[in-house]
Nanobody, 119 residues
Framework: QVQLVESGGGLVQAGGSLRLSCVVS????????MGWFRQAPGKEREFVAR????????YYSDSVKGRFTISGDNAKNTMYLQMNSLKPEDTAVYYC????????????WGQGTQVTVSS
């Protein structure tokens, strides 16, 4: 059974940085792609970034473009989200997800890690 486990969340001041990790129990290369989502209190879950392993193409939401970077290390079966210039509005539970489908309908989800940005 595939498991995704996020880590790296925490409390940081506005303007600071955090790096989230998502470790996959299987091989990251067995998936077509992976992504990060987030959910703030009282809000719906929203897309943050995604990566596909075939050509390492990445895609970001407008709200994080230029500040966040998604990457992966297939040798470590781990995906990362480097978050710079953090803002209070980035506060949310961050989830990683994996898909075997080209349409990026995700099959597997992690349990989430809390990111809190103070002003």
């Amino acid at each position: 059974q595939v498991q995704l486990v996020e880590s790296g969340g925490g409390l940081v001041q506005a303007g600071g940085s955090l790096r989230l990790s998502c470790v996959v129990s299987g091989r990251t290369s067995s998936f077509y792609g992976m992504g990060w989502f987030r959910q703030a209190p009282g809000k719906e879950r929203e897309f943050v970034a995604r990566i596909n392993w075939s050509d390492v193409n990445t895609y970001y939401s407008d709200s994080v473009k230029g500040r966040f970077t998604i990457s992966g290390d297939n040798a470590k079966n781990t995906m990362y989200l480097q978050m710079n210039s953090l803002k209070p509005e980035d506060t949310a539970v961050y989830y990683c997800a994996a898909t075997q489908k080209r349409n990026f309908v995700y099959d597997y989800w992690g349990q989430g890690t809390q990111v809190t940005v103070s002003s």
